[in-house]
């Protein structure tokens, strides 16, 4: 079955950096587009960036632009979120899915404070 396995999350200072790991497994990874979404508390569930299956084309959250970067290796079944320039208002749960959201991981907590 389709699994898909956050890691990397935890407690930064403004300005910190974090990476992000999402390890897919249940499919055939290299031929779909995998997304970052996040979920602050209180607030809704957010896209926060997406890429194609090959990595060549990728969009990003207007809030995220110039920060934060999505990348891929079809060789592990890994998409990663690289988010530099942390700001508290980026403090959320992030989840990794498969497409547009035809399957989910648990979610990596981020928290940015000091």
Do not use: H
């Not at 950096?17 to 508390?41: D, E, H, I, K, N």
């Not at 990003?60 to 208002?89: C, H, W």
């Not at 498969?98 to 907590?109: D, E, K, M, R």
């Amino acid at each position: 079955q389709v699994q898909l396995v956050e890691s990397g999350g935890g407690l930064v200072q403004p300005g910190g950096s974090l990476r992000l790991s999402c390890v897919a497994s249940g499919f055939t990874f290299s031929s779909l587009r995998m997304t970052w979404y996040r979920q602050a508390p209180g607030k809704e569930r957010e896209l926060v960036a997406t890429i194609t299956s090959t990595g060549g084309m990728t969009n990003y959250a207007d809030s995220v632009k110039g920060r934060f970067t999505i990348s891929r290796d079809n060789g592990k079944n890994t998409v990663y979120l690289q988010m530099n320039s942390l700001k508290p208002e980026d403090t959320a749960v992030y989840y990794c899915a498969l497409n547009w959201g035809g399957a989910w991981g648990q979610g990596t907590q981020v928290t940015v404070s000091s």
